[in-house]
Every structure is written in structure tokens, then in C-alpha cells.
């Protein structure tokens, strides 16, 4: 088990790598280096203090030099400065990282939980009216953009009805403290969480309709019924359980795209996690910024998918770890 | 035996969703002919609601939304459009040669997509048009970047299973230049699944652009759907259809492409359909 976790974790060093040589070049094809910024900031200065600056921050280096130094800073968590924020950017993401993670969190396990209770319902009356409102439902899921959703939401929840803050991610005035603090945060949580569970509700309730319809016609299934199991057992014991690895498959595939659609909700809702940082960093051109959120979550999606393996062969035990 | 476009049109969602498209696109091509209205021109009063003198109402600068509905009509679909094509022509490239050659060619390649698979979609669509400078290429090569390599796994997985069969084999004891077998004899082949997948794939790319321009990406100069929600939100208190109508056009569009491709994934293999 160690050994396998520790090899995946090795496996996965060199996707870290090319995701750092990606944004140091993606860093470059901007026009105009950091120098020419702040130059250009601080008012038309003389070529003299370009050239300082170029060198103070390697800039006049060879490539392959600037490059090795880039990977070396970010292997010890040196992303870089943002001069707009005036802060270490390994600091900001830090500061951060919470509201994305217990976003992520409640938004995942909402879409998981419903997508596969509603996929069940859906297998379980074949193209009965249930079904055919369950699959409607869910390609309004497939077409609906995230960021519209969540105004709409506000719309009618907060604007209309005022039942839900429109932003933000606790009530700063109130000074709530202990649990008090907890369900205001839970009560910021419930609109951005909602939207963005409700395309990948659809995206795990097709998923898992198709896969519990799929396996319900293995031989196993025969198998289990001509002993007489009765249908309960043979559907929640034996079909479901098969029936559930391909959707543990897509929740890794999924995290990624979650993590990009946080950005979208987070800056609808201003809730102050990574998202929020990048469409900041979007805003102030901060491209140093930009591109430590895009590691950063790399490395979380990757490590994820490390986890999600090991789920994987925990749950099949066909799968054996090696 | 009937014909696949026989089979698709007994699908009446289908016919339906056809026909809404093709109304989508008449309005994206023609629609300055048969509403010439200029979407930047200061026409009236801010914030007219909607079904007044302006059918959809007029924006915080008193320009008309249903104007720039229409302008935003052709910039989402044409960026969708060129953005698909080109995912789409790299990723049947990357994964023809990796599905035909195998090998260390096929790992180096597949390592490649794995890898832009790995991170994640939308953020990298936003670092490269922040990199490039928000434009409606930017936007449009953001969206190619980040969509091709589905395609590619897709079709290295339809040319692996082409490459042994007889056909490919005659072909290659012709002498036939690798160029023609791979084009020629294998791709008209596998034309099905790439036809859904592309379709599929235009879906994707509008709700992508959208939300690209709704985060303010572009240069300002364009009117598109996602920008004008953008643009909207702002007003979502006082003036509910700025935001809500764009949203409706995404929805409706994206929705119907969606089921023209399901249907032509059924209408293509007819023999899948239980």
C-alpha cells in the first residue's frame, strides 16, 4: 500500500515538472518582461535602470538558466513576488486555499450524493415518466453556464426572497464566534455550493443511470438471482457496487474542472478563495500570481488522482496493489 | 435500411432542435440586415425594460440588449466554431498518429494529452488568454488549447482498433504512402464518432467562451453573450433581464446542439440503441 502510494507520488513528478517548464514559457510569451512593468510604472525610466532591474532578476541570464532557477524556486515554494498585492504569491495562495477547499468539498459531495441517488432512481424505472423527467433535468444540467446559474440564484434567493446573503463568505459585522460563526459561514455556503454542484449532478446522475443499466445486464446478475437472492440484495449488493467504479473514475477526471469552476462562482459570489484570487490576478495583469494559482492547483488536482487511485483498487479488489 | 439523416430527423427533439439552430445561425449571419439596429449606439433612456419600445430592453447606456443579442450571436458561434475546428483537426492529427504508428511515438504523445488533461481546463484557458492579451483569437485559441485532447484519445482509439484490419493492411502491401492510408483508408472510417465528438465539442466551446468573456476577457470592442452578462451583473438588482437574457440564448443554444449531437450519435449507430 505505501509502496504503491509512493510510486504514484513519484510517477506524478514528472507531470509536476512539465506543468512548471508550461508556465515559465506561458510566463515569457507575455509582452513585455517584469522590468519593462515596473519601468513602465514607475514613470518612463532611463535604460540604465531597465538594465539594473533585468539584472537582479536574471532576466539577462541564458534561458536554460532562467528556467532551472524558476524550477528550483518553485520546488522550495518560492512562486514568485506579486507586485500588485505587495506579497509573497506562495502566501497569498495559502491564505486562500480554505474557502476554496471547503467550497470544493460541499459542492462535491452534494453532486456525488444526488447524482447517484437520482441516477439509481432513474436506472430503476427505465423509461417511465420518473426517468424521462430525471434525463431532461439533467441535459438542462449539461447546457446551463455555471457563472448564469449562480446569478440567477441570487436573483431569485437573495434579490426576490432575501433568504440568502448575496456575497461574501461570513457576516464580517456580526463578530460571530464559535458555532454561531460556523452557520453563518454555512449560510454564505448554500447558493455558491448549489450552483456549482448542479452541472455535476447531471454529470454523475447520467453517468451512474448508464452504468447501473450496464452492469444489470451481467452474467453475474443472472448468477445472483438463479440463487434466489432476492432484488434488493442483488441490486445495492452486487450490481451498485460495480456500478459505482467508473463513477470514481470520473470524480477524479471531475476535481479539475471543478477547480476551474470555482473561479467562476467564487467571483459571482465574491467568496474569498483561490478563484477570487485568480479573477484578481486577472484583473491587475498579475501574471506571477495567475500562474502559482495554475500550479498550485495542478499539483492538487494531481495529487487527487493519487488518492483517487488508491480509492480505486480499495474498492475493486481486482485491481492489486503493486 | 434507412438513411442516417432518415434516422436522425425521426427524432422529433432532434427535427425541433434543428430547426432552432438553424434559426440561431440565420440570426448570427443575417441578423444586422433584419434588425439593423447598431448594438454601441446610445439609443434611449438607461435601463428600459424589456417588451417596451425595445423588445428586450435597453443596457446601462441605454443601448439596445436585442442589437447586441444579435451581435453576440456571431462572435460566440464563430468563436465556438473556429475554436472546435481547430481542437478538432489537432486532435484527430495527434491521435491518428499515435493510434497508426504506436510505439514510443504513441507514448510520447498520449504522456502529452494525459498531461493537458491533468490541468485544469478552464484556469489554463484563463492563464493563456491573460498571457496573450484578451481578444476574440486569444479567447478562440484559449478554447482550441484546452479542447483537443479528448478528440485525440478518441480517435487513437478508433485508428488502434483500424490498424490491423484488412483493408489497412492491403493498402499498406500497395505501397501506399503513409499520408494516403492514414487519411485516405482509415479517417472516412472513423468519421462517425469524430462527427459526434465535434458537435459535442461546440457545445463545450460556447459555454467556455462564455464564461471567458463573462470574467471580462475580451478587449471591450466585441459584444458577445457571456461579455454582456459580464457587463450585467453589475445592474442584476435594478435591471434583471440584462443578465437573465443572455443567459437564456447560452442555455437555448448550448441545450439544442447537445441534443443534435446525442441524436446523431444514435442516428449514426443505429445498432447501439437499446
Known sequence: MVRFIARRLIQAIPTILMILVLSFFLLRLAPGDIADVMAGESGGASEEYVEQLRQQFGLDRSLFIQLATYIKNVATFELGYSYRQNMAVSELILSRVGPTVILMLTSFAISIVLGIVLGIVAARNVNRPVDRLISLVSTLGYATPLFWVGLMLILIFSITYRIFPTSGIEDIAAFNEGFARVRDIAWHLVLPAVSLSLFYIAVYTRLMRSSLLEQSKMDYVVTAEAKGLPRRKVVYGHVLRNALLPILTMAGVQIGSMLGGSIIIESVFGWPGMGLLAYEALFARDLNLLTGILIVSSVMVILINVVVDVLYAVVDPRIHLK | MSTTAERFFRNKTAAAATLVIGL???????????????????????????????????????????????????????????????????????????????????????????????????????????????????????????????????????????????????????????????????????????????????????????????????????????????????????????????????????????????????????????
Request: charged residues 10%; glycine residues 8%.
Open chain 2, 24 to 274: 440561431i445561425a440565420v440570426v448570427a449571419v443575417a441578423g444586422p440586415f433584419l434588425y439593423p439596429h447598431d448594438p454601441f449606439a446610445v439609443l434611449a433612456k438607461p435601463f428600459e425594460p424589456p417588451f417596451g419600445t425595445y423588445p428586450l430592453g435597453t443596457d446601462v447606456l441605454g443601448r439596445d440588449v436585442a442589437a447586441g443579442l444579435i451581435y453576440g450571436a456571431r462572435t460566440s458561434l464563430t468563436i465556438a466554431l473556429v475554436a472546435s475546428l481547430a481542437a478538432l483537426l489537432a486532435g484527430t492529427l495527434v491521435g491518428a498518429v499515435s493510434g497508426y504508428y504506436g510505439g514510443i511515438v504513441d507514448d510520447v504523445l498520449m504522456r502529452c494529452t494525459e498531461f493537458f488533461q491533468t490541468i485544469p481546463t478552464f484556469l489554463f484557458a484563463v492563464v493563456i488568454v491573460a498571457v496573450l492579451t484578451p481578444s476574440i483569437t486569444s479567447i478562440a485559441i484559449g478554447v482550441a488549447f484546452v479542447s483537443w485532447p479528448p478528440v485525440a484519445r478518441l480517435v487513437r482509439a478508433e485508428f488502434m482498433s483500424m490498424r490491423e484490419r484488412e483493408f489497412v493492411r492491403a493498402a499498406e502491401c500497395l505501397g501506399a504512402p503513409d499520408r494516403q492510408i492514414l487519411f485516405q483508408h482509415i479517417l472516412p472510417n472513423c468519421l462517425a464518432p469524430i462527427i459526434v465528438m465535434g458537435s459535442l465539442m461546440v457545445a463545450q466551446a460556447i459555454l467556455l467562451e462564455s464564461a471567458l468573456s463573462f470574467l471580462g476577457l475580451s478587449d471591450g470592442s466585441t459584444f458577445s453573450w457571456g461579455y454582456m452578462i459580464g457587463a450585467g451583473r453589475t445592474f442584476l438588482r435594478s435591471a434583471w433581464w440584462l443578465c437573465t437574457i443572455p443567459g437564456l440564448a447560452i442555455l437555448i443554444t448550448v441545450l439544442c446542439i447537445n441534443i443534435i449531437g446525442e441524436a446523431l450519435n444514435d442516428a449514426l449507430n443505429p445498432l447501439l440503441k437499446d
